[in-house]
């Protein structure tokens, strides 16, 4: 499992160690039992799916430190897959996908499993979500639209720009959106248009087609200037400045 001679940021061990060594720091986390019980419940929900990395001589302690590290670590996709489905602790499931996505190739397997989580959420675990936080369905399509950004190509442009257009999915299709543009489809830029005029995801939309620099977006762009949403107003200045340069 090479490493490359990068910097690598702080593995999950080192980090815990600072904390431990350090006393402002340590106070800062002790002062607050909820980040505590968090990590706890973290530590033991990774328990067996690190049990099964250690056996492929992935000696990490933390799911994170595959992609941290920048190991190569093709051949635990095996057993990233397998525990997808099976843990319960979202932030836990949110690293195995991290992981997913980042690893190199043979892709098409994850995507269609991004695919179908986001299309069908299913949970093991309690779905019931404190009040004011997202629910169990809204992380997971989050977590997986991020996966699905990262993997994004034309081999699932429809299956993308069909998501993208679904506005029963609200925002967890954001990561979605700002990956069309790596499926290479000539449907983007009229897509992009389109999903203006949903409030949910068109300062992602406005973001890309100022990337891809659209000059026929220019004018409803524009018309949409005066909206009361000071972070849509500045992506939309921004996305001006760079279909000026076209």
């Known amino acids: 499992m090479a490493e490359t001679d990068a910097p690598r940021p702080m593995t999950h061990g080192q980090l815990v160690a600072k904390v431990l ?3 402002a720091i340590r106070a800062a986390v002790e002062s607050r039992p909820a980040a505590a019980e968090a990590k706890r419940r973290y530590d033991e929900s990774a328990v067996g799916i690190l049990a099964d990395l250690t ?19 093709r051949s635990a996709v095996p057993v990233l897959l ?23 190739p043979a892709k098409k397997q994850r995507q269609q499993i991004f695919l179908q989580y986001f299309r069908n959420p299913t949970w093991p675990g309690d ?20 996966g699905l950004h990262r993997t994004a190509g034309p081999a699932i442009a429809d299956d993308l720009i069909d998501l993208a257009l679904n ?3 609200g925002e967890t299709r954001a990561a979605i959106i700002l990956g069309l543009p790596k499926t290479r489809d000539d449907r983007v830029p009229t897509i992009l248009i389109t999903v203006l005029n ?5 300062t992602y939309a406005v973001k890309v087609l100022g990337q891809m620099r659209y000059e026929p977006a220019r004018q409803v762009i524009t018309a949409m200037a005066d909206l009361p949403d000071r972070n849509l107003r500045a992506h939309i200045r921004t996305a001006l400045k760079r279909i000026d340069r076209t």
């Open 167 to 169: 506005r029963s999915y």
């Open 198 to 202: 949903d409030p949910t995801v068109r």
């Open 21 to 23: 060594n350090d006393p």
């Open 127 to 146: 779905p019931q979500t404190p009040p004011g936080q997202r629910t169990i369905s809204e992380r997971i399509r989050f977590a997986v639209a991020e």
């Open 55 to 73: 056996v492929l001589g992935f000696h990490v302690e933390s799911v994170q430190d595959l992609y941290q590290r920048r190991m190569d670590y």
């Open 82 to 104: 397998d525990w997808l489905p099976r843990v319960d602790y979202m932030p836990l499931f949110e690293s195995i996908v991290s992981a997913l996505a980042f690893v190199g």
